[in-house]
Protein backbone atom coordinates (compact mmCIF):
# COMPACT_ATOMS: atom_id res chain seq x y z
CA UNK A 1 0.00 0.00 0.00
CA UNK A 2 2.83 1.95 0.45
CA UNK A 3 3.62 1.79 -3.41
CA UNK A 4 0.01 3.22 -4.49
CA UNK A 5 0.01 6.04 -1.77
CA UNK A 6 3.47 6.85 -3.57
CA UNK A 7 1.87 6.88 -6.26
CA UNK A 8 -1.54 9.21 -5.30
CA UNK A 9 0.46 11.37 -4.31
CA UNK A 10 3.11 11.87 -7.27
CA UNK A 11 -0.18 11.93 -9.75
CA UNK A 12 -1.64 15.06 -7.55
CA UNK A 13 1.39 16.71 -7.27
CA UNK A 14 1.93 15.77 -11.17
CA UNK A 15 -2.07 16.59 -12.00
CA UNK A 16 -2.30 20.27 -13.99
CA UNK A 17 -5.62 20.79 -11.71
CA UNK A 18 -4.30 19.89 -8.13
CA UNK A 19 -2.74 23.55 -7.07
CA UNK A 20 -5.58 25.62 -8.79
CA UNK A 21 -8.51 23.40 -7.30
CA UNK A 22 -6.89 24.36 -4.20
CA UNK A 23 -6.51 28.52 -5.01
CA UNK A 24 -10.27 28.09 -5.87
CA UNK A 25 -11.39 26.39 -2.84
CA UNK A 26 -8.86 29.53 -1.17
CA UNK A 27 -11.00 31.79 -3.27
CA UNK A 28 -14.58 30.78 -1.99
CA UNK A 29 -12.91 30.24 1.92
CA UNK A 30 -11.71 34.29 1.26
CA UNK A 31 -14.56 35.55 0.15
CA UNK A 32 -16.91 33.95 3.08
CA UNK A 33 -14.51 35.40 5.93
CA UNK A 34 -13.93 38.47 4.04
CA UNK A 35 -18.13 39.21 3.97
CA UNK A 36 -18.29 37.84 7.48
CA UNK A 37 -15.56 40.36 8.51
CA UNK A 38 -17.48 43.28 6.75
CA UNK A 39 -21.02 42.19 8.35
CA UNK A 40 -18.91 41.62 11.98
CA UNK A 41 -16.77 44.94 12.03
CA UNK A 42 -18.25 48.39 11.05
CA UNK A 43 -15.70 50.37 9.08
CA UNK A 44 -14.17 53.39 11.15
CA UNK A 45 -15.48 56.67 9.41
CA UNK A 46 -11.73 57.89 8.95
CA UNK A 47 -10.64 54.75 7.29
CA UNK A 48 -13.98 55.11 5.02
CA UNK A 49 -12.31 58.43 3.64
CA UNK A 50 -8.89 56.49 2.84
CA UNK A 51 -8.10 55.96 -0.81
CA UNK A 52 -7.60 52.30 -0.67
CA UNK A 53 -11.22 51.29 0.46
CA UNK A 54 -13.45 51.62 -1.77
CA UNK A 55 -16.59 54.00 -1.32
CA UNK A 56 -19.28 53.60 -3.87
CA UNK A 57 -22.51 52.62 -3.56
CA UNK A 58 -24.60 49.21 -4.86
CA UNK A 59 -24.71 49.99 -7.91
CA UNK A 60 -21.10 50.90 -8.46
CA UNK A 61 -19.93 47.65 -6.64
CA UNK A 62 -21.85 45.18 -8.63
CA UNK A 63 -20.02 47.09 -11.88
CA UNK A 64 -16.96 46.82 -10.27
CA UNK A 65 -16.73 43.20 -9.21
CA UNK A 66 -19.13 42.00 -12.49
CA UNK A 67 -15.94 43.68 -14.41
CA UNK A 68 -13.24 41.26 -12.03
CA UNK A 69 -14.99 38.05 -12.73
CA UNK A 70 -15.74 38.16 -16.42
CA UNK A 71 -12.69 39.96 -17.22
CA UNK A 72 -10.30 37.20 -15.14
CA UNK A 73 -12.71 34.45 -16.11
CA UNK A 74 -12.20 35.83 -20.35
CA UNK A 75 -8.58 36.30 -19.88
CA UNK A 76 -7.70 32.80 -18.57
CA UNK A 77 -9.81 31.00 -21.39
CA UNK A 78 -7.81 33.11 -24.11
CA UNK A 79 -4.20 33.38 -22.66
CA UNK A 80 -4.25 29.07 -21.95
CA UNK A 81 -5.90 28.64 -25.28
CA UNK A 82 -2.87 30.38 -26.79
CA UNK A 83 -0.55 28.85 -24.52
CA UNK A 84 -1.96 25.28 -25.78
CA UNK A 85 -1.19 26.17 -29.47
CA UNK A 86 2.07 27.53 -28.44
CA UNK A 87 2.96 24.40 -26.37
CA UNK A 88 1.86 22.12 -29.95
CA UNK A 89 4.25 23.95 -31.96
CA UNK A 90 6.80 23.14 -29.43
CA UNK A 91 5.74 19.68 -29.17
CA UNK A 92 7.01 19.29 -32.49
CA UNK A 93 10.62 19.87 -31.92
CA UNK A 94 10.95 18.75 -28.94
CA UNK A 95 8.62 15.80 -28.17
CA UNK A 96 5.05 15.51 -26.44
CA UNK A 97 6.60 13.60 -23.75
CA UNK A 98 8.07 17.10 -22.49
CA UNK A 99 4.77 18.29 -22.64
CA UNK A 100 4.12 17.29 -18.90
CA UNK A 101 7.14 19.48 -17.97
CA UNK A 102 4.95 22.63 -18.96
CA UNK A 103 1.45 20.94 -17.25
CA UNK A 104 3.62 20.45 -14.29
CA UNK A 105 5.27 23.21 -14.24
CA UNK A 106 4.44 25.41 -10.80
CA UNK A 107 4.58 28.74 -12.57
CA UNK A 108 1.66 27.76 -14.78
CA UNK A 109 -0.32 26.20 -12.33
CA UNK A 110 0.09 29.13 -10.12
CA UNK A 111 -0.92 31.58 -12.75
CA UNK A 112 -4.50 29.58 -13.42
CA UNK A 113 -5.18 29.57 -9.95
CA UNK A 114 -4.66 33.02 -9.24
CA UNK A 115 -7.36 33.73 -12.28
CA UNK A 116 -9.84 31.14 -11.32
CA UNK A 117 -9.47 31.62 -7.73
CA UNK A 118 -10.12 35.68 -8.13
CA UNK A 119 -12.97 34.88 -10.37
CA UNK A 120 -14.77 32.98 -7.96
CA UNK A 121 -14.03 35.61 -5.13
CA UNK A 122 -15.37 38.34 -6.90
CA UNK A 123 -18.42 36.10 -8.24
CA UNK A 124 -19.35 34.87 -4.26
CA UNK A 125 -18.69 38.30 -3.05
CA UNK A 126 -20.99 40.24 -5.76
CA UNK A 127 -23.95 37.91 -4.55
CA UNK A 128 -23.94 39.68 -1.59
CA UNK A 129 -23.81 42.90 -2.56
CA UNK A 130 -27.58 44.43 -1.64
CA UNK A 131 -29.23 47.89 -2.68
CA UNK A 132 -31.46 49.92 -0.09
CA UNK A 133 -34.50 48.14 -1.20
CA UNK A 134 -32.96 44.79 -0.45
CA UNK A 135 -31.35 46.34 2.74
CA UNK A 136 -28.66 47.78 2.20
CA UNK A 137 -25.18 45.82 2.72
CA UNK A 138 -21.82 46.23 0.87
CA UNK A 139 -18.95 44.44 1.48
CA UNK A 140 -16.51 47.53 1.29
CA UNK A 141 -13.12 45.68 2.51
CA UNK A 142 -13.98 42.85 0.89
CA UNK A 143 -14.31 44.39 -2.32
CA UNK A 144 -11.55 46.26 -2.14
CA UNK A 145 -9.23 43.67 -1.61
CA UNK A 146 -11.02 42.17 -4.66
CA UNK A 147 -9.65 45.00 -6.71
CA UNK A 148 -6.45 44.39 -4.94
CA UNK A 149 -6.58 41.02 -6.54
CA UNK A 150 -7.41 42.17 -9.78
CA UNK A 151 -3.70 44.27 -10.01
CA UNK A 152 -2.05 41.16 -8.67
CA UNK A 153 -3.95 39.20 -11.92
CA UNK A 154 -2.46 41.96 -14.40
CA UNK A 155 1.09 41.37 -12.50
CA UNK A 156 0.85 37.58 -12.98
CA UNK A 157 -0.19 38.01 -16.22
CA UNK A 158 2.54 39.78 -17.79
CA UNK A 159 5.18 37.59 -15.53
CA UNK A 160 3.07 34.53 -16.99
CA UNK A 161 4.18 35.64 -20.44
CA UNK A 162 7.64 36.20 -20.20
CA UNK A 163 7.77 33.04 -18.42
CA UNK A 164 6.16 31.03 -21.25
CA UNK A 165 7.75 32.94 -24.12
CA UNK A 166 11.24 31.21 -22.09
CA UNK A 167 10.02 28.20 -21.55
CA UNK A 168 9.43 26.83 -25.07
CA UNK A 169 12.72 27.56 -25.60
CA UNK A 170 14.32 24.78 -26.62
CA UNK A 171 17.87 25.73 -24.35
CA UNK A 172 15.37 26.17 -21.31
CA UNK A 173 14.02 23.00 -22.00
CA UNK A 174 17.37 21.19 -22.14
CA UNK A 175 18.66 23.30 -18.85
CA UNK A 176 15.45 21.94 -17.00
CA UNK A 177 15.99 18.29 -18.03
CA UNK A 178 19.43 18.55 -17.27
CA UNK A 179 18.60 19.76 -13.52
CA UNK A 180 16.60 16.82 -13.00
CA UNK A 181 19.33 14.61 -14.40
CA UNK A 182 21.62 16.23 -11.97
CA UNK A 183 19.12 16.19 -9.04
CA UNK A 184 18.92 11.96 -9.28
CA UNK A 185 22.56 11.90 -9.46
CA UNK A 186 23.08 13.63 -6.43
CA UNK A 187 20.65 11.68 -5.07
CA UNK A 188 22.60 8.70 -5.56
CA UNK A 189 24.06 7.58 -2.49
CA UNK A 190 24.78 3.64 -2.85
CA UNK A 191 27.05 1.29 -1.37
CA UNK A 192 28.47 -1.98 -2.98
CA UNK A 193 26.24 -5.06 -1.91
CA UNK A 194 26.41 -8.23 -3.18
CA UNK A 195 23.51 -10.26 -5.11
CA UNK A 196 23.21 -13.75 -5.63
CA UNK A 197 24.27 -15.58 -8.44
CA UNK A 198 22.30 -16.00 -11.61
CA UNK A 199 22.14 -19.80 -10.84
CA UNK A 200 20.75 -19.04 -7.38
CA UNK A 201 17.06 -18.53 -9.06
CA UNK A 202 17.16 -21.69 -11.14
CA UNK A 203 14.62 -23.43 -9.74
CA UNK A 204 12.73 -20.54 -7.94
CA UNK A 205 9.24 -20.10 -8.50
CA UNK A 206 7.66 -17.26 -10.63
CA UNK A 207 5.14 -14.31 -9.27
CA UNK A 208 2.57 -13.00 -12.06
CA UNK A 209 0.43 -9.89 -12.02
CA UNK A 210 -2.55 -10.20 -14.00
CA UNK A 211 -2.69 -6.17 -15.12
CA UNK A 212 -0.66 -4.33 -17.18
CA UNK A 213 1.12 -1.28 -17.09
CA UNK A 214 4.23 0.68 -16.50
CA UNK A 215 6.26 -0.20 -12.90
CA UNK A 216 6.05 3.43 -11.27
CA UNK A 217 6.95 2.62 -7.43
CA UNK A 218 8.41 -0.12 -5.58
CA UNK A 219 8.10 -0.36 -1.57
CA UNK A 220 11.71 -1.70 -1.80
CA UNK A 221 11.65 -2.00 1.86
CA UNK A 222 8.61 -3.06 2.88
CA UNK A 223 9.04 -5.99 0.43
CA UNK A 224 12.53 -6.51 2.13
CA UNK A 225 11.29 -6.41 5.17
CA UNK A 226 8.10 -9.02 4.38
CA UNK A 227 10.60 -11.33 2.51
CA UNK A 228 13.01 -11.44 5.97
CA UNK A 229 10.25 -11.88 8.20
CA UNK A 230 9.23 -15.45 5.64
CA UNK A 231 12.55 -16.02 5.08
CA UNK A 232 12.78 -16.25 1.61
CA UNK A 233 14.58 -13.82 -1.42
CA UNK A 234 12.71 -11.92 -3.92
CA UNK A 235 14.12 -11.44 -7.42
CA UNK A 236 12.04 -8.33 -9.66
CA UNK A 237 12.48 -8.91 -13.50
CA UNK A 238 11.19 -5.42 -13.83
CA UNK A 239 13.04 -2.31 -12.54
CA UNK A 240 11.43 1.14 -12.28
CA UNK A 241 9.55 2.74 -15.06
CA UNK A 242 9.73 -0.72 -17.29
CA UNK A 243 6.20 -2.08 -18.37
CA UNK A 244 5.16 -5.11 -16.67
CA UNK A 245 2.82 -6.78 -19.50
CA UNK A 246 -0.46 -9.06 -18.20
CA UNK A 247 0.06 -12.54 -17.07
CA UNK A 248 4.08 -12.31 -17.53
CA UNK A 249 6.56 -13.09 -14.56
CA UNK A 250 7.20 -9.70 -12.35
CA UNK A 251 9.26 -11.66 -10.28
CA UNK A 252 11.15 -14.72 -8.79
CA UNK A 253 10.52 -16.00 -5.55
CA UNK A 254 12.60 -18.79 -3.34
CA UNK A 255 11.64 -20.61 -1.21
CA UNK A 256 8.17 -20.11 -2.64
CA UNK A 257 5.71 -19.04 0.52
CA UNK A 258 2.12 -18.07 0.92
CA UNK A 259 1.11 -14.39 0.47
CA UNK A 260 4.39 -13.87 -2.41
CA UNK A 261 1.03 -12.94 -4.99
CA UNK A 262 -0.06 -10.04 -2.56
CA UNK A 263 2.93 -8.90 -0.76
CA UNK A 264 4.00 -8.19 -4.68
CA UNK A 265 1.06 -6.66 -5.57
CA UNK A 266 0.90 -4.37 -2.63
CA UNK A 267 4.60 -3.32 -2.88
CA UNK A 268 4.63 -2.18 -6.78
CA UNK A 269 2.43 0.18 -8.35
CA UNK A 270 1.53 0.03 -11.73
CA UNK A 271 0.38 3.29 -13.97
CA UNK A 272 -0.39 4.14 -17.78
CA UNK A 273 2.65 6.40 -17.93
CA UNK A 274 6.33 5.68 -17.64
CA UNK A 275 7.54 7.16 -14.46
CA UNK A 276 9.77 5.64 -11.22
CA UNK A 277 13.40 5.85 -12.06
CA UNK A 278 13.91 9.90 -12.16
CA UNK A 279 17.69 9.43 -14.22
CA UNK A 280 16.61 6.73 -16.30
CA UNK A 281 13.29 8.65 -17.55
CA UNK A 282 14.97 12.26 -17.75
CA UNK A 283 18.03 10.85 -20.00
CA UNK A 284 15.13 9.47 -22.12
CA UNK A 285 13.88 13.12 -22.39
CA UNK A 286 17.09 14.83 -23.11
CA UNK A 287 17.66 11.88 -25.83
CA UNK A 288 14.35 12.31 -27.36
CA UNK A 289 15.29 16.48 -27.78
CA UNK A 290 18.71 15.34 -29.56
CA UNK A 291 17.32 12.82 -31.85
CA UNK A 292 14.17 14.72 -33.12
CA UNK A 293 16.89 17.56 -33.78
CA UNK A 294 18.69 15.31 -35.65
CA UNK A 295 15.62 14.09 -38.08
CA UNK A 296 15.54 15.35 -41.93
CA UNK A 297 12.22 17.74 -40.90
CA UNK A 298 14.22 19.81 -38.00
CA UNK A 299 17.77 19.38 -39.10
CA UNK A 300 19.09 21.08 -36.19
CA UNK A 301 22.61 19.74 -35.00
CA UNK A 302 23.20 22.98 -32.72
CA UNK A 303 20.62 21.58 -30.17
CA UNK A 304 21.72 17.68 -30.06
CA UNK A 305 25.66 19.41 -29.57
CA UNK A 306 23.59 21.18 -26.71
CA UNK A 307 21.98 17.94 -25.89
CA UNK A 308 25.25 15.80 -25.70
CA UNK A 309 27.48 18.47 -23.47
CA UNK A 310 24.46 17.86 -20.70
CA UNK A 311 24.86 14.25 -20.85
CA UNK A 312 28.53 14.68 -20.67
CA UNK A 313 28.41 16.70 -17.47
CA UNK A 314 26.17 14.17 -15.64
CA UNK A 315 28.65 11.38 -16.57
CA UNK A 316 31.50 13.81 -15.32
CA UNK A 317 29.38 13.74 -11.58
CA UNK A 318 28.71 10.21 -11.63
CA UNK A 319 33.40 10.21 -10.83
CA UNK A 320 33.75 8.22 -8.17
CA UNK A 321 29.84 7.23 -7.52
CA UNK A 322 28.74 3.99 -7.07
CA UNK A 323 25.73 3.31 -9.05
CA UNK A 324 23.06 1.47 -6.66
CA UNK A 325 22.21 -2.37 -7.95
CA UNK A 326 19.59 -2.76 -6.27
CA UNK A 327 20.44 -5.24 -3.89
CA UNK A 328 18.32 -4.85 0.20
CA UNK A 329 19.98 -6.75 2.82
CA UNK A 330 18.17 -7.61 6.01
CA UNK A 331 20.60 -9.42 8.56
CA UNK A 332 23.40 -9.83 6.05
CA UNK A 333 21.31 -11.90 3.28
CA UNK A 334 20.19 -10.84 0.60
CA UNK A 335 16.40 -10.78 0.65
CA UNK A 336 15.39 -8.51 -2.51
CA UNK A 337 17.29 -7.20 -6.10
CA UNK A 338 15.65 -4.75 -8.03
CA UNK A 339 16.95 -4.25 -11.51
CA UNK A 340 18.73 -1.11 -11.51
CA UNK A 341 20.41 0.41 -14.23
CA UNK A 342 24.79 0.10 -14.10
CA UNK A 343 27.28 2.64 -15.94
CA UNK A 344 27.66 0.43 -19.40
CA UNK A 345 23.41 0.29 -19.63
CA UNK A 346 23.41 4.58 -18.50
CA UNK A 347 26.09 5.00 -21.21
CA UNK A 348 24.36 2.94 -23.72
CA UNK A 349 20.89 4.98 -22.93
CA UNK A 350 22.76 8.51 -23.26
CA UNK A 351 24.67 8.08 -26.38
CA UNK A 352 23.13 5.03 -28.79
CA UNK A 353 20.12 6.24 -30.21
CA UNK A 354 21.78 9.96 -30.98
CA UNK A 355 24.50 8.08 -32.21
CA UNK A 356 22.47 5.97 -34.40
CA UNK A 357 20.72 9.05 -35.57
CA UNK A 358 23.72 10.91 -36.46
CA UNK A 359 25.44 8.96 -38.84
CA UNK A 360 25.21 11.51 -41.67
CA UNK A 361 26.09 14.25 -39.07
CA UNK A 362 29.92 14.20 -38.53
CA UNK A 363 29.80 17.68 -36.06
CA UNK A 364 27.55 15.34 -33.52
CA UNK A 365 29.88 12.52 -34.18
CA UNK A 366 32.88 14.58 -33.61
CA UNK A 367 30.96 16.27 -30.26
CA UNK A 368 30.47 12.72 -28.70
CA UNK A 369 33.77 11.80 -29.38
CA UNK A 370 35.19 14.99 -27.31
CA UNK A 371 32.71 14.29 -24.45
CA UNK A 372 33.63 10.87 -23.86
CA UNK A 373 37.32 12.37 -23.94
CA UNK A 374 36.18 14.88 -21.33
CA UNK A 375 34.53 12.10 -19.13
CA UNK A 376 37.49 10.15 -19.47
CA UNK A 377 40.21 12.68 -18.39
CA UNK A 378 38.06 12.50 -15.02
CA UNK A 379 37.28 8.97 -14.42
CA UNK A 380 39.92 6.51 -13.66
CA UNK A 381 38.39 3.49 -13.27
CA UNK A 382 39.24 1.19 -15.71
CA UNK A 383 35.44 -0.74 -16.30
CA UNK A 384 34.22 2.65 -17.19
CA UNK A 385 36.57 3.70 -19.07
CA UNK A 386 36.50 0.71 -21.13
CA UNK A 387 32.73 1.57 -21.85
CA UNK A 388 34.23 4.69 -23.22
CA UNK A 389 35.98 3.66 -25.79
CA UNK A 390 33.83 1.00 -26.76
CA UNK A 391 31.22 3.71 -27.95
CA UNK A 392 34.16 5.82 -29.64
CA UNK A 393 34.87 2.40 -31.36
CA UNK A 394 30.87 2.36 -32.65
CA UNK A 395 31.15 6.13 -33.88
CA UNK A 396 33.60 5.13 -35.60
CA UNK A 397 32.24 1.92 -36.96
CA UNK A 398 29.17 4.13 -37.99
CA UNK A 399 31.38 6.57 -39.66
CA UNK A 400 33.16 4.36 -42.15
CA UNK A 401 29.38 3.19 -42.86
CA UNK A 402 28.17 6.23 -43.62
CA UNK A 403 28.73 8.99 -46.90
CA UNK A 404 30.72 11.73 -44.81
CA UNK A 405 33.70 13.59 -46.45
CA UNK A 406 37.14 11.66 -46.02
CA UNK A 407 38.40 14.69 -44.15
CA UNK A 408 35.66 14.10 -41.73
CA UNK A 409 36.16 10.61 -41.11
CA UNK A 410 40.09 11.70 -40.91
CA UNK A 411 38.89 13.98 -38.07
CA UNK A 412 36.58 11.46 -36.24
CA UNK A 413 39.69 8.91 -35.97
CA UNK A 414 42.21 12.12 -34.54
CA UNK A 415 39.18 12.62 -31.66
CA UNK A 416 39.49 9.32 -31.44
CA UNK A 417 42.97 8.64 -31.23
CA UNK A 418 42.96 11.90 -28.83
CA UNK A 419 40.70 9.84 -26.23
CA UNK A 420 42.66 6.51 -26.42
CA UNK A 421 45.88 8.84 -25.16
CA UNK A 422 43.61 10.46 -22.61
CA UNK A 423 43.02 7.19 -21.01
CA UNK A 424 46.41 6.19 -20.66
CA UNK A 425 47.68 9.95 -20.23
CA UNK A 426 44.90 11.93 -18.10
CA UNK A 427 44.00 15.26 -19.02
CA UNK A 428 47.36 16.18 -19.95
CA UNK A 429 46.56 15.01 -23.47
CA UNK A 430 43.69 16.94 -24.03
CA UNK A 431 45.74 20.30 -24.31
CA UNK A 432 47.30 18.80 -27.36
CA UNK A 433 45.85 19.01 -30.54
CA UNK A 434 43.92 16.14 -31.94
CA UNK A 435 46.10 16.23 -35.02
CA UNK A 436 49.11 15.18 -33.33
Known sequence: MVARYHKLIDDLLEAFWFIPALMLLGGVALSFAMVQFDHAFEIPERLQESAWIFRGGPTGARAVLGAIASSTIAVVGTVFSITIAALSLASGQMGPRLLQN??????????????????????????????????????????????????????????????????????????????????????IDAEPTAAPSDAFWSDAAPIVRKRSGYLQHIDEGGLADWASEHGTSIRLLNGPGSFVSPNAPIALIKPMVDGAEDAIEDATALGTK???????????????????????????????????????????????????????????????????????ELVEAMLQTIRQNASSQPSVQRKILQVLATVASCERDAHRTATLQRHADLVIADAHRGSIAQCDLEELERERTRLSAVVDQGAYALIRPAAQ
Open 102 to 187: FTRDRGNQLTFGVFIGTFVYALLVLRTVRSPSEGQFIPHVALSLAILLAFICVATLVWFVAHMAERINVDTVIDLVSDDVDAAIKR
Open 274 to 344: RRGDDLRLSIAQLVEVAVRALSAGINDPHTAIGVLDRLGSALCELVGKELPNGVSTREDKAVLVVPKMNYD
